[in-house]
């Protein structure tokens, strides 16, 4: 029955690849933004969606494209927020309760400078603090903007390339092996979610 939602599901991506790549694009953009990416199991998912586009069933340039402005959007957004409200942005309920991001951020990047926005991409929940904290810190527009652009770029094809590669070797296994190893891999993201909201809920961050 789960090998059938599967098949169902890659032939659905397939016919409608658009939606597919739209999908991959606002995951990475969520996982960009300031305090949600940090729920989010971003190498997880970049691997499957890597697998998708390496098997066929999400088209390569698309789904590319939609990554990059994904990814963007969330870095230049969460900057941009940061830069705007600097002088307040303890203010926001969010932030307050999760300080110790914030805090960790600004030390990262103090230590760092302005590598800490290419350093800070491949750091898992720091990948969405960096840009936040760069922006509440002051970082000039055009500093941020050369070092997050190449940065972004770097990470998708690190983050994309193993699944690629497992999806196009998929390709040359029996038919019946692709879902398996598609259901694999989105069972590994949901254990892993569940596990870090457990995390949370059993050590919450106490408000500054």
Not at 109 to 121: F, N, P
Request: proline share 4%; hydrophobic share 50%; charged share 10%.
């Amino acid at each position: 029955m789960f090998e059938s939602f599967l098949n169902s599901l890659s032939a659905y991506m397939q016919a409608n690849q658009c939606m597919g790549a739209i999908i991959a694009g606002l995951i990475a953009c969520a996982e960009s933004i300031a305090i949600i990416g940090t729920i989010i199991p971003g190498s997880i998912t970049m691997t499957m969606i890597g697998t998708m586009i390496g098997s066929g069933i999400l088209n390569f340039k698309l789904t590319i494209s939609c990554i990059l402005i994904g990814a963007i959007i969330g870095d230049f957004g969460s900057y941009w927020f940061g830069y705007k409200y600097r002088d307040r942005i303890k203010q926001f309920k969010v932030v307050r309760n999760n300080i110790k991001w914030l805090n960790f951020g600004k030390q990262f990047i103090r230590q760092y400078g302005t590598m800490s926005i290419l350093v800070g991409r491949f750091l898992g929940p720091v990948r969405c603090i960096v840009p936040l904290v760069a922006g509440v810190l002051g970082m000039p527009k055009l500093k941020f903007t050369l070092v997050a652009t190449p940065s972004i770029i770097l990470w998708a094809l690190a983050y994309l390339t193993p699944g690629f590669l497992l999806g196009a070797y998929a390709m040359s296994l029996p038919h019946n092996i692709v879902p398996i190893a598609l259901g694999a891999l989105l069972a590994v993201v949901c254990i892993h979610f569940l596990i870090r909201k457990s995390i949370v809920v059993a050590n919450p961050r106490k408000e500054h």
